[in-house]
């Protein structure tokens, strides 16, 4: 389970857009306020349209905190509408799991 955005679509050559997926989500996390000792991670996985909307967001990998859950439920929410695809990208919808991470909390 590492940090990171993966694409359904092995063949999808566009890294500019992947990486405005990326930064969209990280923008959008409102990172939850943890005493966590140990990092911890969840993924979610959802479908972006054409036109950019998100649909069939899941979690498919809990960090085992319901309100670091939610975080990264809502971060993809917020993060929608995505950018539109790249033109010569044709398929009608593109599947996404992103890691969400938050690394421990350092001791003062």
């Known amino acids: 389970k590492t940090a990171g955005l993966i694409l359904d679509e092995p063949t999808f050559q566009y890294e500019w857009y992947k990486a405005r997926l990326e930064d969209l989500l990280k923008s959008n996390w409102r990172k939850p306020v943890l005493n966590n000792a140990k990092t911890i991670s ?5 479908t972006i349209a054409q036109g950019g909307d998100a649909s069939n967001v ?3 990998s809990y960090s085992g905190n319901v309100v670091f859950d939610k975080s990264v439920l809502r971060a993809v929410y917020s ?3 995505f950018p539109r695809f790249p033109p010569q990208y044709t398929a009608p919808t593109l599947g996404v799991m992103y890691t969400f991470e938050l690394l421990p909390e350092k001791e003062n």
Do not use: C, E, L, N
Not at 42 to 46: G, T
């Open 42 to 46: 969840a993924s979610v996985h959802f």
């Open 58 to 60: 899941q979690i498919v």
């Open 79 to 81: 993060s929608a509408p």
